[in-house]
């Protein structure tokens, strides 16, 4: 059982990274990388669809983007385009499920706050990455720096920070030291 679920795993980073070295190509053929959000259309051949939303993950980091992986439906004699969004990586971006649905143009979104399915039609592909290029017009993407953990007034906790400073010696190769981002205000 063991031998058969690392033959699967090596299986499936295998076709990940051939997919994501297609997809990389493809962004810099066509410059979607200028956009603030990454959309990349694919289909079967380039992203089995079991592994859609590890690909979409992938770009994010490369790119520091959110980014969706989308591959194309026809129903009902309308074209839409169905797949993975994900930008977990980024931490000056919050919310893009939140973000896509403000849109409007989203047939649906669901999931959570940075890892969720997508579904929008082609023709309304163009206007969603306009209002997303104006809405993160501001956002530096590449300012940011990953961290494990937010703290600020309302998560505050003395003997948490305490625990981990006692722990460093299990810190090291494949245990990183955790990050920690402090936001609130103090005394002096």
Known sequence: LARTATNLRAKQNRQKDNSIESIVDRIKQKNLDYNSCIIVKIDESNVPQNITGLVAMEISKIYNKPTLVLRPKLEDGIIYYRGSGRAAAIPVVDGVLEVLESSGLMDYVEGHSNAFGASI?????????????????????????????????????????????????????GIPQPKFHFEFNITS
């Open 121 to 173: 039609k082609e023709d309304d592909i163009p206007a969603l990455h306009l209002y997303l290029n104006n809405y993160y017009k501001d956002v530096d993407f590449e300012c940011g720096v990953e961290v494990d953990c937010d703290i600020t007034d309302y998560n505050w906790n003395n003997l948490m920070l305490k625990e981990f400073g006692e722990m460093m010696h299990v810190y090291g190769t």
